[in-house]
């Protein structure tokens, strides 16, 4: 998910701009920096002697802004909790796995995602992309947490992860975590209702047109919150972090995954990058096996290093130009896959390269992914957040939702505004009133 409220007008314009080489005025990216974080923005990976990627062996926090030192948080406070109920189904404390020896923290089913600013990066990663993590997590993905001391908790058990975010500087709309719910907990009141014979309770129907299964299963992948009062978390910031986050969820009416291969609610936009950011030339992959041939950015002369993990490799080797638009194997969008990457102007304000065939990108009327949001600031304290549902808003440059609708939660996502991001957040959840 990605607010287009924190863009500007020139940022849009910028991807138009930027389509060639020549003298870019950037500054180089450090080799150290790479090493640190092989995906950054407009990095060129780097390879060890045996053609290996070189990639850090555990997650590492390379300093932001200027680089001061954390002074940790202050006593917490728990009072916020005495008039709520946590759900203990649905909730994301990020600690270590204690069934599995030497095991680490990972936020499962979380990813992250940033507004591709040039020199800019962002971690964690996922688990998988760190070789000293293998083995010594359960999830089948996740970003990496961050081993923390004194971690907050107010029922006397430790607390001894947190996830992590650091990564800029960001100046185009920032950056974020997203953690789509999932399949339903069983024998939980989360669970939509069974299906009916051709939609299921959210009104989404339950093929894809031709009758055909759809190629992902999230538009069935959504939890009824409507028993619940709000979404409550912990969190603080680094000395160096913006202080911004916003909190948004997404539900059928603005779930751009929900209305995958059916737009049943709202329609589907999605831009692209046809040009290679790090300067390198759009050329065919040798390592992918595809008919037609796979374009990513990488040099034909130093070749590409083996990258185990596929969400890695498309961080490091992004697909450009024939093969902006296509999608991974991994995550298959039948929805943009025969489309072209090219730049379209809507009412001479928004400017970008979008997927698309022979119709337009649809306009800010009909667009998915105007989620519920609600925005607060940060400190360098600990402290718990409780945000009623009622709170929540949408920003307004996609389609109008008539309300928001707790039936068919899909995600929830930590957004970053423009600039240093700093960001621990610790135990999220749900919850209810105790007198409601």
Not at 16 to 32: E, K, M, Q, S, Y
Not at 64 to 92: E, F, H, K, Y
Not at 176 to 184: I, V
Not at 351 to 360: F, H, I, N, S, V
Request: charged share 15%; proline share 11%.
């Amino acid at each position: 998910m990605k607010v287009e409220h924190w863009l500007t007008g020139a940022a849009l314009s910028l991807a138009a701009g930027c389509a060639g080489g020549g003298n870019t005025g950037l500054v180089g990216i450090p080799d150290a920096l790479v090493a640190e974080v092989p995906w950054i923005n407009g990095g060129v990976a780097l390879r060890n002697p045996d053609g290996s990627l070189v990639t850090p062996n555990l997650p590492l926090f390379p300093p932001v802004g200027t680089g001061a030192p954390d002074p940790g948080s202050a006593p917490i406070d728990c009072s916020p909790l005495a008039n709520i109920q946590l759900s203990t189904l649905a909730r994301v404390d990020f600690e270590a796995d204690p069934t599995l020896a030497g095991s680490v923290g990972v936020g499962p089913a979380f990813s992250s995602y940033d507004d591709g600013t040039y020199g800019a990066y962002r971690v964690t990663g996922d688990a998988s992309w760190y070789p000293g993590l293998t083995g010594l997590y359960t999830a089948s993905f996740g970003l990496a947490a961050e081993q923390i001391s004194n971690g907050p908790s107010c029922d006397g058990q430790p607390n001894n992860w947190a996830m992590h975010v650091r990564g800029g500087r960001f100046n185009y709309y920032g950056a974020g975590m997203e953690h789509p719910l999932g399949a339903c907990p069983i024998d939980s009141d989360f669970c939509p209702p069974a299906p009916g014979a051709t939609t299921d309770s959210a009104g989404f129907p339950l093929t894809a047109p031709g009758n055909v299964p759809y190629a992902q299963p999230a538009p069935h992948e959504y939890w009824d919150l409507s028993l619940y009062d709000g979404i409550t978390f912990w969190a603080r910031i680094g000395p160096d972090g913006t202080d911004g986050l916003l909190i948004a969820l997404q539900d059928k009416f603005t779930s751009d995954a929900l209305n995958r291969q059916n737009n049943t609610f709202c329609q589907r936009i999605k831009t692209c990058t046809p040009y290679c950011e790090n300067y390198a030339p759009c050329t065919v992959s040798p390592i992918d096996a595809t008919t037609p041939p796979t374009y990513r950015c990488f040099d034909p002369v130093a070749g590409m290093a083996p990258v185990v993990e596929p969400a890695e490799f498309e961080e490091i080797y992004p697909r450009c130009g024939p093969s902006a638009c296509v999608s991974p194997s991994y995550y298959v969008d039948p929805d943009f896959d025969e489309t072209t990457c090219k730049p379209y102007e809507f009412s001479g304000k928004q400017a970008a390269y979008y997927c698309y065939g022979t119709e337009p990108p649809p306009d800010e009327s009909n667009r998915c992914e105007d989620g519920w949001v609600v925005s607060i600031n940060l400190t360098t304290d600990w402290q718990i957040y409780v945000v009623p549902f009622g709170d929540f808003r949408q920003v307004g440059f996609g389609k109008p939702a008539p309300y928001m609708d707790l039936h068919s939660i899909y995600e929830a996502a930590f957004e970053f505004p423009v600039g240093n991001v700093d960001v621990y957040v610790d135990n999220v959840t749900f919850y209810k009133n105790n007198n409601p």
